[in-house]
């Protein structure tokens, strides 16, 4: 790691305690980079494709196509295209910015809110797959953010757009969300499987979805769909989120008898490594969870509870955060490292960092930094925490007080990251 991904470490590391924190984030953070996950799954020898050790052999198909969709899409086509090169015939992936690549043409979409750049990405996505045949190979680049990016068409990114608005009121949690997304789209919920048929489908997937609810991803496009039209109505009327416009996903077994997902990373691969990285340094790792879903304060209380003297509690997951009305920054990592504060948590000897794995916390910031320095400087500054979790203006308390964490972009994406790290206090 002699390139840091953080890119205010040094600014940050005001204490030995800091530096650990942020030196276990970065084996985190390293362990999930995209570029890397691709080149130790997928080997290519002559015709022969390997993927997490199954074979695919190349000579059998005219055409290989890629699509992809999610915060990971760009880098994981540029990897594919160093693994693949000219087999491939023709691609489309919409990610959070462009690229320039050879063989796969690349799309900046808008998330979490899908705008027209979206639709005209899914439409070129549905171009290539659609009148696919059997001597076709399709490989499917699925990641984190792919539900709001993969949207097609203009009626889906309409109502996608309604749907996010009236969930982020609610605190609801992402499988709620993703049910009512695949019964509004013609490509989620296996709708990409059915649109390709016959040809074979490759799926790899990023997961940013908290425990292993892969079909969750992206709002599953690859796999075939549990829920039903019904179950989608049940959520809307329960909350009273308005009307919507639903189709029946694919249930059909034929649509999916050639489609093979493999899930190459999730917040179990960033989680390990952290642990690895806490071990190494002579201390105790206790991983409390890798997929939390509570609301932001029970998930504080439940992480603080396994606190204890030289060890450090790893989690990941989605907090639940409901936004009634919000007139600040930030998202949920800031929001639980400022709670932090002021619920009492934070103590003479703690540090915790809560911060998003693909960079963005709601804002330009990935989390924050909190610990006894922070508490210090915001009380010379007059910062008041309950006047800014008020507003949900997490983001300005800590670039106010120096205490944001900057990574930009990570091209990676799953699910938030927290550490716990608890050791007595020795300033640098």
């Known amino acids: 790691m002699a390139d840091k991904r953080i890119e205010n470490f040094n600014e940050l590391a005001i204490s030995a305690n800091r530096r650990l924190a942020l030196e276990i984030a970065e084996s985190g953070l390293d362990a999930i980079d995209t570029g890397r996950i691709m080149a130790d799954s997928i080997k290519l020898t002559g015709n022969n494709l390997s993927i997490q050790g199954k074979i695919f052999d190349l000579s059998k198909f005219k055409k290989i196509k890629v699509v992809g969709f999610g915060k990971a899409s760009v880098d994981a086509a540029r990897a594919l295209e160093k693994i693949l090169g000219p087999k491939i015939t023709l691609g489309a992936v919409v990610g959070l910015s462009k690229a320039d690549l050879k063989y796969i043409e690349t799309f900046a979409g808008t998330h979490p809110m899908p705008s027209r750049a979206n639709v005209e990405a899914g439409e070129k996505i549905y171009e290539i797959i659609k009148n696919s045949s059997e001597e076709d190979l399709i490989i499917v680049l699925v990641s984190g953010g792919g539900s709001a990016l993969l949207c097609y068409s203009e009626d889906e990114c309409r109502q996608g757009s309604a749907l996010y608005d009236e969930f982020l009121k609610t605190g609801k949690t992402i499988k ?10 013609v490509l989620k919920g296996g709708g990409l499987a059915k649109i390709a048929y016959p040809a074979t489908i490759v799926g790899l997937i990023f997961s940013d979805v908290p425990g292993d609810r892969f079909c969750d991803v992206a709002s ?12 989608a109505f049940k959520i809307i009327a ?6 919507f416009e639903f189709m029946e996903t694919p249930k059909e077994d034929r649509y999916f008898e050639k489609v093979s997902n493999f899930v190459l990373v999730s917040a179990k691969t960033a989680v390990e490594a952290m642990a690895k990285r806490v071990e190494e340094v002579g201390l105790k790792a206790f991983i409390f969870s890798a997929e939390i879903n509570d609301e932001v304060g029970v998930a504080l209380k439940k992480i603080w509870e396994k606190r204890k003297e030289n060890t450090a509690v790893l989690a990941a997951g989605e907090p639940r955060l409901e936004v009634k009305q919000s007139r600040g920054i930030g998202g949920r990592n800031l929001h639980m490292g400022l709670q932090a504060i002021q619920t009492g948590l934070v103590d003479e000897d703690s540090v915790f960092l809560s911060f998003a794995s693909d960079g963005k916390d709601n804002s330009d910031a990935s989390g924050a930094i909190v610990d006894k320095y922070t508490i210090e400087k915001a009380k010379k500054l007059g910062l008041d925490p309950a006047d800014y979790l008020a507003r949900f203006d997490s983001y300005n308390f800590f670039q106010k007080s120096g205490d944001i964490m900057m990574t930009g972009s990570t091209g990676a994406n799953v699910s938030d990251l927290m550490i716990l790290l608890t050791k007595k206090t020795i300033i640098v």
């Open 176 to 185: 709620e969300m993703n049910t009512v997304r695949k019964h509004l789209s």
């Open 220 to 231: 599953g496009p690859t796999y075939k769909d549990e829920s039903t039209t019904a179950d």
């Open 238 to 243: 329960e909350n009273n989120f308005g009307y």
